[in-house]
């Protein structure tokens, strides 16, 4: 169970610093030398998505071991009652101490062993080349530390296939300096299939589920057991995935960030029938014939398109990854997490399918955050489709055929992210994709790929519109992680503009075509609604109830799941922006029935409905002429 945090602080952005290539150098070396020293943390570059992890100058790391000091940590072995995560009691001790030491968790534990060559010509070898997985200051909980130099720390540690050992390091988090590490601790299977994620198939009665492992096809098979509940089991086998730090495009995936994924397995449960209730365990059977299994788990299958059913839909963006034991917290980063994820943990049986449409755990090439990320979700995501969409953090990179010429994936370039997370696409690498509810036809566009007309994605999003059967799906919903449509945060008005570049230009014709009634984006972080709009003009006045035919789209910013908030322009609010909150909170959608939608605004603190608006329309108010929309005619009889 996570605690319930409350917090309100609003995002705190920090300037870049001015940074030099060394003398002689080309523009291209110089942009090569200004990567790395991002990497490297080297930098005082942030930005709400700056990764906590890359404040550690690791590759400045000295070796200054003391005699007098020391890491305790038992118990040495982990998990005795086949649990994935627990809880351990580290002491420490340091006859020099300062209020700068801190303790990292280091995984695999035999960190000082790494060694990696230098990035480029201008940048010196790494003494270290393995970030930590988690940090904390060591007076964190022991207050009087930087006098007695004594100290505790209590830490969750989840399996993630390797041992772990704690180090630590006075100087601070920019020089550190080793001065004590403990011996290492293990789970009692290191390589146990953990942390099940459900997904969408390509088809409505098709479900899978993803999972991480340290098995690989050459010692095992993967497999899952499933069945409906009650009733005989059967076995699906998997397909079994993964990726080298040579897959990923720059630092710091590529050097210091990068920790080995282990192995994804995908298994595919085909025939569902509609709203059963199945169970599933995952699965390896070694060539040795015993068997490794995972823990049980259940789900319901989706109901068929179009069936009259209470549907309900969790929606929101930039939720991130946070530590219940406080660690790795620098800038109040994704101090919002946990509670989007306590929320929808406690109102579990009360959703059906969550999207995460992007800017999933701002890992940012730190690749140990995935594993901790999928960890945080499991509660949710092994027990109801967990549906994600490509966002800056997951894919952006300079030179990788990302839309944006950014840094924002630290490395990554997507790879990660495809592989950790199914979704339908008919191409994994390209990300957009189409999944249908019930009731509902979702359209999932992914920004980081150019989306304006006359490419693929741009042909995909009028299809997905397009093919849609309206009189058995009546709720068409646009889900795109950076705004195509309209909002007014700060770094969107600093360039002239309400939108990304060319975003509803590009598409408000299709919207409006195809009588889209919800677009839903992240990126920016908080909550904003539109009226319906079109061109810049309400269309319709905004209301919390709209009923009758179609008038525009109702543009919905959900991007509060959990990263540092955003901030909205000054001054006069323009027409279009009804209801606006600078707080976490997520989005969730309701189809009652074939006629009547609600959309309701939570707030992630306590659960609270903050704004919320509903849609009464009948099939023949689907089909009705509007603005833009109405269909050639004749006079022929």
Not at 263 to 275: Q, S, Y
Request: charged share 20%; glycine share 8%.
């Amino acid at each position: 169970m996570f605690p319930v945090l409350y917090l309100f602080d609003r995002k705190r952005t920090e300037q870049a610093s001015t940074m030099k290539a060394p003398p002689g150098t080309t523009m291209v070396a110089a942009l090569v030398h200004v990567l790395v020293a991002f990497s490297a943390a080297s930098s005082a570059a942030a930005a709400a998505g700056d990764q906590p992890l890359s404040k550690i100058g690791i590759h400045r790391t000295t070796f200054e071991i003391h005699p007098g000091a020391f890491v305790d940590v038992p118990p040495l072995l982990l998990g005795l009652q086949g649990q994935d995560q627990e809880w351990v009691t580290i002491g420490y001790s340091n006859p020099k101490p300062s209020k700068d030491d801190w303790i990292g968790v280091f995984s695999p534990a035999n960190f000082s062993d790494s060694i990696c060559t230098a990035d480029n010509q201008w940048v010196e070898p790494p003494l270290l080349c393995t970030a930590p997985i988690k940090f904390q200051y060591a007076n964190y909980t022991s207050t009087d530390y930087a006098k007695t130099g004594k100290g505790s720390l209590r830490l969750q540690l989840i399996n993630q296939r390797s041992d772990f050992s704690f180090a630590l390091f006075s100087g601070g988090l920019s020089n550190p300096k080793l001065i004590a590490r403990s011996d290492s601790i293990t789970f009692v299977n290191p390589k146990a299939p953990v942390y099940p994620r459900l997904a969408q198939g390509k088809s409505w009665n098709e479900m899978t589920v993803t999972w991480t492992s340290g098995y690989s096809t050459k010692e095992a098979t993967a497999f899952v057991e499933w069945g409906v509940q009650g009733q005989v089991q059967i076995l699906s086998p998997a397909v079994t995935l993964t990726f080298s730090r040579n897959t990923m495009c720059g630092p710091p995936a590529r050097t210091v960030g990068w920790r080995d994924p282990g192995f994804i397995h995908t298994g595919f449960l085909k025939d569902l029938w509609p709203n059963l209730k199945y169970t599933y365990r995952i699965g390896h059977r070694l060539f040795t014939g015993q068997i490794v299994w995972g823990h049980q788990y259940s789900f319901k299958a989706s109901p068929y398109p179009g069936e009259d059913s209470l549907q309900r839909v969790v929606v929101f963006g930039d939720m991130g990854k946070a530590e219940i034991d406080g660690s790795n917290e620098y800038n109040d980063f994704e101090r919002g997490s946990i509670n989007t994820t306590y929320q929808l943990v406690k109102d579990l049986k009360n959703i059906d399918m969550v999207m995460n449409i992007g800017d999933m755990c701002y890992a940012n090439g730190y690749l140990s955050q995935w594993d901790q990320f999928t960890a945080q979700v499991e509660p949710i995501a092994s027990t109801v489709p967990y549906m994600v969409a490509s966002g800056n953090h997951e894919r952006d990179w300079p030179g990788s055929g990302s839309f944006y010429g950014n840094i924002d994936s630290g490395g990554e370039c997507g790879v990660p992210a495809q592989n950790m997370f199914y979704v339908p696409a008919e191409n994994r690498e390209q990300f957009w994709y189409s999944t249908d509810y019930g009731m509902f036809r979702f359209c999932v566009a992914n920004t980081e790929l150019n989306w304006r007309p006359g490419t693929e994605q741009y042909k995909f999003i009028e299809h997905c519109f397009s093919s849609v059967d309206r009189q058995k799906q009546p709720w068409l919903i646009f889900l795109a992680h950076r705004v195509l449509g309209y909002s007014s945060a700060t770094f969107y008005g600093e360039e002239g503009t309400t939108e990304e570049p060319m975003g509803r230009e590009s598409l408000q014709s299709l919207w409006q075509k195809y009588r889209v009634d919800i677009a839903m984006y992240g990126h920016v972080h908080g909550y904003e609604r539109t009226c319906p709009v079109y061109e810049n003009v309400c269309v319709a006045k905004a209301s919390d109830r709209y009923s009758g035919a179609f008038t525009a789209t109702t543009h919905v910013v959900v991007g509060g799941g959990g990263a540092s908030l955003a901030e909205y322009t000054a001054g006069p609010r323009a027409r279009w922006s009804h209801a606006q909150d600078l707080d976490y909170g997520f989005a969730k959608l309701t189809a009652f029935n074939h006629t009547t939608l609600l959309m309701e605004y939570k707030k992630s603190r306590d659960g609270s409905v903050h704004d919320s608006f509903t849609i009464s329309r009948d099939y023949r108010d689907v089909l009705a002429c509007g603005v833009d929309n109405c269909p050639s005619t004749t006079m022929a009889s």
